[in-house]
């Protein structure tokens, strides 16, 4: 399986040069993965690479069309409550 880049990535170049399988790639309109190159980091690293640096949440995804830095994994605020502090800060 390999992960995928989807619809939200911002091409900010953070996930390309990380990649020890050299499976990120410049593309229209965001950043693509070739399934055929990606390892998803098995081997090299304990966690994919390009999730771990992604500041775009949700838009890496992996085998199973599973985020793999789910809302709050990098704003602290724990997955459960992210719903609550979005809608609180889209109220003031």
Same mark, same amino acid.
Do not use: Y
């Given at each position: 399986?390999?992960?995928?880049?989807?619809?939200?990535?911002?091409?900010?170049? %953070?996930?390309?040069?990380?990649?020890?399988?050299?499976?990120?790639?410049?593309?229209?309109?965001?950043?693509?993965?070739?399934?055929?190159?990606?390892?998803?980091?098995?081997?090299?690293?304990?966690?994919? @690479?390009?999730?771990?640096?992604?500041?775009?949440?949700?838009?890496?995804?992996?085998?199973?069309?599973?985020? %793999?830095?789910?809302?709050?994994?990098?704003?602290?605020?724990?997955?459960?409550?992210? %719903?609550?502090?979005?809608?609180?800060? @889209? %109220?003031?």
């Amino acid at each position: 399986m390999a992960f995928q880049i989807i619809e939200g990535c911002v091409n900010c170049w %953070a996930c390309e040069p990380l990649c020890p399988s050299g499976a990120i790639f410049a593309a229209t309109p965001h950043f693509q993965i070739d399934a055929k190159k990606c390892t998803e980091c098995e081997g090299d690293f304990a966690e994919p @690479q390009c999730a771990s640096i992604c500041p775009v949440e949700g838009v890496i995804l992996d085998g199973l069309g599973v985020p %793999a830095n789910p809302p709050g994994s990098l704003t602290g605020i724990p997955p459960e409550r992210m %719903a609550a502090a979005m809608a609180e800060i @889209q %109220a003031r």
